[in-house]
């Protein structure tokens, strides 16, 4: 009678030692993203049973670049690297000329990956277990790479931080969802919705807009969570099928890495339910475009407390320097939020996006909004980033160019009240405009970096070139039988 009464504690015992053993799994296993150390990671990468880990970073354009490898050669300090040329490479593939300052590596040298374990996380969409790392590059000496976008970043936030200031973001995303397109030369259309029926534009905010893609965005809600990123609000936006999707606000380099795998992830979902998401500025002709708004502030290191504000709750002079840094260089920096040919036709009159540089309370027709907020949450939202910028380089010089304005003391426009997007446009209309613009403003080359602007130039250059060698429909609709 002994035997089985001892065989049930047994059971019972070893019951009790699983669910204890359980208790004690640490915090750092269980987070869905990021760990502090390799012993770190290495636990958490067991406790998932994770085969493959993918090693990427962003290149110019925002393409997540990497290589792949089983996990445990990650984990036994495996050197990593990747061509410096990727970093000189179009949005086409294509590798320009060398013109001005842009200049290769004449040794074509490796740059070293080196894996930021805090953005350490599961590949939620791949059928075996699988992990992403987001990485920054090195030189041979160990240096950062500074025309990386990540570095770009990174000196930003390092100006920041010289005079006791950090960056406070919150990116608003919008993209749309398309039916799939395997052919070019045809125009995007709206994918169907549970309805059955394409859906159509002037669904703003509608709540039935956005149940029509019901599972797709459980899988959208789903894989952001296993990731650790972490979404505000989702809602319709005006164009047909056009989502927007808000990120809660932080740290500029935490909220750039989530821009960026947040592309990945809605992409994927996308695709696993048989449409495309893309986040092309302008990717119907007649309908509106996707801009990615930066909502900005800046706190007092020490204190906490917002510098927009003075202690009796009014705006401060560091604000209104803000706004007219804001005011004064991001015309010369609009290529960084307005990256591609396309991004310009976004930018045009009556299409619910800025054309100067306009500043207002509340006003959604200007460049610059001020939201309605208490004095703590005093903050300057820049609406002329376009979703197809590299959330690193739109970060970066969004926030470069607030800085430039504090610390020059520079003085507002009075506010705007009325409508600011209709009539002239008084930014750079065009790509190659926008690109002189950057290269002839003396006061990036400290903040932004002269090798990044180089670089940057070099390549969008290269890219105007390779549009032009393409005839549109409106060439041969106006031109084939009329000149």
Known sequence: MAKPVKAVKSAAEKAIGTKQKRKQIPDYIKTPLGVKSWDEAAEWLAYRNIEDIECITPDLAGVPRGKMMPTNKFTSNTALALPSALFRKTISGDYPEES??????????????????????AVPWESDPTAAVICDLVDPNGEAVGYTPRAVLKHVIAAYAAKGWTAVVAPEIEFYLVARNTDPDYPLQPPTGRSGRPIAGGQAYSIAGINEFDELIDDIYHFSEAQGLEIDTLIHEEGPSQLEINLRHGD????ADQVFMFKRTLREAALKHDMYATFMAKPIQSAAGSAMHIHQSVIDSKTGENIFSNPDGSESELFRSFIGGMQHYIPRALVMLAPYVNSYRRLAPEMAAPVNTAWGYDNRTTAFRIPTSDARARRVENRLPGSDANPYLALAASLACGYLGMVNGLVPTDPTSTTANEGEISLPRGLLEAVSLMEEEEAFGSILGREFIANYAGVKRGEFETFMQVISPWEREFLLMNV
């Open 100 to 121: 001005g300052d842009f200049r290769y590596d004449p040794n074509d040298g490796d740059l070293k990956l080196m894996p930021d374990l805090s953005t350490l996380c």
């Open 252 to 255: 500029p380099l935490a909220l």
